[in-house]
């Protein structure tokens, strides 16, 4: 057992383990950045992010001076820049988190999606393959499946359920999950992927629904509701998707695909009056304003494959989980009021303005 372990945790060089993780400052990646640091006293850590509007260097601030840290400003669609700092490092895994992740802004605008979620994936499987890798580890989504009827509570998404994306972001990570799974199996690279369903946490985007309820209940402005409300999602706290990737990364079997839920479906409107109500705020703000388009109707994750093999299991009750929440908004003002008072204005406008 030490010995699998030594050969897991050390390069072949004896050098110490370096994971290149991209996107590491947007919500789930720096969540995952400042677990590993903490888990693993001797890892290194890369990250590898282009800064665009989801990418927050403020996120990072308080690892920048960790000499087991080190951030790089890069797009993962630039080949030679990869290229370049895989000689450098030569990284023994890669984790990979960058995409342009929000459905909407891919309805709006759907090529940059292809471009990071399919073409930069592509970039980063070239560099392991000519560089080396023990791991290249895939951030995808339960959205690759697309949606199940809220009448069938019975039917969850396993990893057998076929691909059957809804939007462009959808399609874009399922794309990439296909090249990921084909790289596999044609140059045996040593890869997994992950699906999981939606997270929620500290650093999360506040163009996203929960922490959206969150700025808007505490600025007193209406809280945007599509369609009914109905639609459901299944939630998880973002610690317990970065234990799956961990156990993923370092025991999960190779070429294999990993579900991850939060066995904790809630509909849209329950999500939102559980937060007024925990901030006191009256339901009067919530606003029902037209639907988005193709909307996913409920997502539900059979994660029995990670807890079977990996004995994965959500910890963080959402009722836990959300206070966590909501008190990391309170306590952290500086850095969402920063997001909400620059280009995000313009974003809210368009997509809010007329809705
Ligand atoms: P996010 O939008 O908060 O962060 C994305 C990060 O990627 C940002 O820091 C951004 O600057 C960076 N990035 C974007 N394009 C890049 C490029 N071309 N090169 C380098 N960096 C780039 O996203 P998130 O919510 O943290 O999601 C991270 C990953 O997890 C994504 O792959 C997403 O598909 C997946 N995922 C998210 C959820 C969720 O609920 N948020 C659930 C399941 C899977
Ligand atoms: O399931 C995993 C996915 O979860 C990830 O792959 C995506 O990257 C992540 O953004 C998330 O996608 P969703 O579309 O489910 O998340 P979002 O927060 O955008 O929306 C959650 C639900 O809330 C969805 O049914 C749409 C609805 N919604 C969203 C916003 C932003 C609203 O009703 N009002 C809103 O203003």
Same mark, same amino acid.
């Given at each position: 057992?030490?010995l699998?372990?030594?050969?897991?945790?050390?390069?072949k060089?004896?050098?110490?383990?370096?994971?290149?993780v991209?996107?590491?400052?947007?919500?789930?990646?720096?969540?995952?950045?400042?677990?590993?640091?903490?888990?693993?006293?001797?890892?290194?850590?890369?990250?590898?992010?282009?800064?665009?509007?989801?990418?927050?260097?403020?996120?990072l601030?308080?690892?920048?001076?960790?000499?087991?840290?080190?951030? %790089?400003?890069?797009?993962? @669609?630039?080949?030679?820049?990869?290229?370049?700092? /895989?000689? $450098?490092? &030569?990284?023994?895994? !890669?984790?990979?988190?960058?995409?342009?992740?929000?459905?909407?802004?891919?309805?709006?605008?759907?090529?940059?999606?292809?471009?990071t979620?399919?073409?930069?994936?592509?970039?980063?499987?070239?560099?392991?393959?000519?560089?080396?890798?023990?791991?290249?580890?895939?951030?995808?989504?339960?959205?690759?499946?697309?949606?199940?009827?809220?009448?069938?509570?019975?039917?969850?998404?396993?990893?057998e359920?076929?691909?059957?994306?809804?939007?462009?972001?959808?399609?874009?990570?399922?794309a990439?999950?296909?090249?990921?799974?084909?790289?596999?199996?044609?140059?045996?690279?040593? %890869?997994?992927?992950?699906? @999981?369903?939606?997270?929620?946490?500290?650093?999360? /985007?506040? $163009?996203? &629904?929960i922490?959206? !309820?969150?700025?808007?209940?505490?600025?007193?402005?209406?809280?945007?509701?599509?369609?009914?409300?109905?639609?459901?999602?299944?939630?998880?706290?973002?610690d317990?998707?970065c234990?799956?990737?961990?156990?993923?990364?370092h025991?999960?079997?190779?070429?294999?695909?990993?579900?991850?839920?939060?066995?904790?479906?809630?509909?849209?409107?329950?999500?939102?009056?559980?937060?007024?109500?925990?901030?006191?705020?009256?339901?009067?703000?919530?606003?029902?304003?037209?639907?988005?388009?193709?909307?996913?109707?409920?997502?539900?994750?059979?994660?029995?494959?990670?807890?079977n093999?990996?004995?994965?299991?959500?910890?963080?009750?959402?009722?836990?989980?959300?206070?966590?929440?909501?008190?990391?908004?309170?306590?952290?003002?500086?850095?969402?009021?920063?997001?909400?008072?620059?280009?995000?204005?313009?974003?809210?406008?368009?997509?809010?303005?007329?809705?």
């Open positions: 057992m030490a699998l372990l030594k050969k897991i945790i050390y390069r060089d004896g050098g110490v383990m370096k994971i290149i991209t996107g590491g400052a947007g919500f789930i990646g720096s969540n995952f950045i400042f677990y590993m640091l903490k888990k693993y006293p001797d890892y290194e850590i890369i990250c590898v992010d282009k800064l665009t509007y989801a990418g927050n260097l403020s996120t601030k308080g690892i920048m001076d960790n000499h087991r840290f080190r951030f %790089v400003k890069l797009d993962i @669609c630039d080949r030679a820049g990869i290229y370049q700092l /895989f000689e $450098e490092e &030569l990284p023994s895994m !890669v984790v990979n988190f960058a995409a342009e992740s929000h459905v909407d802004r891919s309805i709006e605008n759907p090529s940059v999606f292809l471009e979620n399919i073409m930069g994936t592509a970039v980063l499987m070239d560099a392991c393959r000519k560089y080396g890798i023990q791991r290249y580890h895939q951030i995808s989504t339960d959205e690759v499946y697309g949606d199940l009827p809220l009448n069938r509570p019975d039917l969850l998404f396993t990893e359920t076929p691909i059957q994306a809804s939007s462009p972001y959808s399609s874009s990570k399922a990439a999950d296909l090249l990921v799974l084909a790289y596999h199996r044609t140059y045996e690279l040593p %890869v997994s992927v992950s699906r @999981c369903s939606n997270n929620y946490g500290p650093y999360h /985007f506040p $163009e996203k &629904l922490p959206l !309820v969150i700025v808007n209940a505490l600025n007193d402005k209406p809280i945007p509701v599509y369609g009914t409300g109905e639609n459901v999602r299944d939630w998880l706290y973002v317990d998707h234990k799956a990737i961990d156990l993923i990364l025991q999960g079997r190779v070429g294999e695909v990993y579900n991850i839920g939060g066995h904790n479906e809630m509909s849209n409107i329950d999500v939102v009056k559980t937060i007024c109500n925990r901030l006191g705020k009256s339901h009067s703000s919530i606003a029902y304003v037209t639907d988005r388009k193709g909307h996913d109707m409920r997502y539900a994750i059979d994660s029995t494959k990670i807890q093999e990996l004995g994965w299991f959500p910890e963080t009750r959402f009722s836990e989980g959300i206070q966590k929440t909501i008190q990391w908004y309170l306590e952290n003002k500086d850095w969402w009021e920063t997001i909400i008072s620059g280009e995000y204005r313009n974003y809210y406008k368009k997509m809010y303005g007329d809705r």
